[in-house]
Structure formats: C-alpha cells, structure tokens
C-alpha cells in the first residue's frame, strides 16, 4: 500500500540529495581554487555553505515534524533517524570544504610552496566517498556503504604520508612552515571528509540491515 | 520460569482454523501484547489462555497451554479454578448491576473464599480498591451502583474484581478501546503498577499503546504468530517483513 507519508519521505530524501551535491560541489571547487590559485571558486564556495545552511534547518524540522505527527516505526523510525545524523554530516562537510576555501584564500597571497603533495588525490578520493555514501544511501545498497567504509583507511594513509613529507619540507627550510601548516591542515579538512563519509555510511547499513556497525560494535540495537 | 505458554497450540471454529501451530511463552510478571489486524486470531489466542474459546459451539483445540507446568486442556481440568488464576478484562467494562462494595466482594462468594467476618470483607474491598487506584475516589459510595460509574471507573473496577480472588494472569482485550485518551493513560498507569505482580497479556488494536506499555509484543497474521520478540526490537528493528509492513502501517 503507498501511504502519504511515503510522499513525504520521498520529498525529505530529495532535499537531503541536494544538499549531497552542494557539499559534493564544495569539496570540489574548494580543492580547485587551492591547487588553481583562483579566488573567485573560493567565494564561490562560501556562497554555496549559506545554502547549505538553510537546508540543514528545514532538513531538521520536517523530520522533527514527522517524528511528532508521524510517530514511526521500525523502518520509517530507522531512516528518519538516520536522515538526521546524514544531514548533520553533510553539514559538517560543507564547513570542512569552506575551511579549505578560506586556506585557500590565504594561500593566494604567498609564494606557492614546492612540496609535492597529494592533494588533488585525496580530495578526488573524499569527494568520491561522499557520492558513494549518497549513492548507498539512495540505491539501498549497504554492500556500496561497507565499501566506503574500508576506503576511509587509504585516507588516512595519504593523510599521515601527507603529514610526514611536509614535517620533512618544513625542518629543511623554515620559511615555509606557515605555508606548510596550511596544507596539513587541509589534508586534514579532507581526511574529515572521509570521515563523514563513513559515518554515513554507517547510517545506511542500519537503514537497511537494521545493524549498528559504529565502532565495530556488532549485532543489533 | 514462564508462567504461561503455548505448544503447538491450534484452534477450528468449525472448518476455520483460527490458530495455526502457535508457540510462545509468555514471560512472568511483564506485560505481553499481541498486535495484529482484525481477524488475525489475536483475540482468538487471549481466549484461548483461560478456555473462554469453550463457550462457543463446535471449537476444536490441539496442541497445550501450559500455566504452572501443567496443561490446562487437559480432561480433568478444573475450570473454575483456572478462571481464577487466568482473569480476563474485555473491551466493554462489564460490572454485574450491583454495587461496587458486592461487584468487588462478588468473586469470593463464588470461589467460596467469602468470610463471614464483614469488618474483614470491607478490608478487602479497601486494599483491592486501593491497588486499582479507585479507592480515593469510591470510599464515600462503596454502595452505589457500579454501573453509574465512570467507564475508566468501571474498567478499573473489573480489573479489581479479579484481583480479589488473587490471580497470576491478567488477560486484557482491547481494554482501552472504548476509553478517552486521559483515561486510556491511567490505565496503562495502572497496568504498569500491576506487572510488578501480575503477568499480563494485553490484545491491541493500538500499536503505540502496545509499544508504550508491553515488554515483549507478538505480531499475529492468519492465525499464525508471525514473530516474536522484545517490544523495542519488534517496533525498530522487526525480522520479518510481514511485521515491518504492518507496524508501519503499510497492511492491516
């Protein structure tokens, strides 16, 4: 039987997978106004973060609302509540990507620095879990979700090598350890990301399967 | 130990067969409902517990109930004193068109437990008010019609009188269903207070009134006892997807 309520569920999901993309949308342009020097996509991405913002809250009082009027069970109950923590990390990314924006921004200012360091890689990888997370999320498909989850560990490989070159460069030549600094922090800012990606993830394998897989606690609720 | 359970109980209304190969045990001293759409067999099941299912023409039971390790199908059982220990609370509230002083003390005079001491009798209708939550509001009436009464007083009052004869089991059906919803809260105050004691068995139409006040909650379709499990598992995280449909309102 189709219910109302299914509607409604459907009209929350899809505002929940636009605010997927303009966090998508960020990551990306963010890493590219780094790597580019550009400061127009800097600005851009803090443009898209007030959007995101806005949806955050409407995301939080449809679902508060359903739960009240709605009173969920079982399946219904599940994705609600995971709809609410998917929709805090979505957020969380989009402050991320506007931290590496604003790094960005600053960087623009000084010499680029000669490391080489994998940035463009690893924002290539978060961005990818974050689709994949949404995708998962979308399709009903925790195979997808636990596939994410084993990516976040080349993440924070890349991260800590990330970490381990730039110590290197900084020891070697001290001017460039405010620069160097800055890019450790947006390694970090994507390796967040990454996080966040797996977190829903997680959020999707409960959906689905009903399992809590947080902190590789097994069996049910 | 269990203080109720069911072994491959079935039950024929004629050629219908109303329970097919129901096995469960009821857990003691908690509250068990039994949720599912009309015609499932739920209520069929509650009746089942203390053999009201005999009162209708041309039942066939097989299978067992077990109360206290015995069975209570079985020939020599004594059905008076199984109706004592397994009491039953219906939909309609049913005082006798008595007082409520004789509706409570009604049920000892039948169990032959009446004492010809009235100071004693008037104790008991005291205490047994008292644990229904009636007695502040009844002392100054105890000899007025029970049927004046309010119809949450009244339900109240039913439960009371099996109290009195000193049950194990308290078979509640739909006991809500023709309560508001203030009075509604008060009774499943008062069933929470009476698990401490009692096992109950409550059959609902109401899922959030089954997810509110049950321990353990039974989903039944066709007869069958579909799943079974803890309350909070059966309405997060249901096994099987006939439940799933139901208490998320897509069947039923």
Redesign the interface.
Known sequence: ?E?H?DEELNQLKQKLLKMADWAQEMIGLAVKSLTDRDEKLAKEVLEIEQKVNHIEVEIEEEVLKLLALR????????LLTAILKINNDLERVADQACNVAETAMYLLKEPPLKAKVDIPNMARLAQGMIRDSIQSFVHHDPALAHKVCEQDDEVDRINEQIFRVLLTYMMEDPKSITRSVDFILVSRNLERIADHATNICEDVVFIEE?KNIKHHIQG?? | MDTLSAKDLNLYYGNLQALKNVNLRIGEKQITAIIGPSGCGKSTLLKAFNRMTDLVEDVKVTGEVILNGENIYRPQADLLALRKKVGMVFQRPNPFPLSIFENIVFGLKIHGLYSRNEEGLGEIVKKTLESVLLWDDLKDGLWNLATNLSLEQQQKLCIARLLVVKPEVLLMDEPCSALDPMSTARIEELMQELKRRYTIVIVTHNMQQAARVSDETGYMLLGELVEFGKTRDIFTTPKDRRTEDYITGRIG
């Open positions: 039987m219910r309520f009173q969920p069970a079982a399946r219904d109950l599940r009903g049910g609720v």
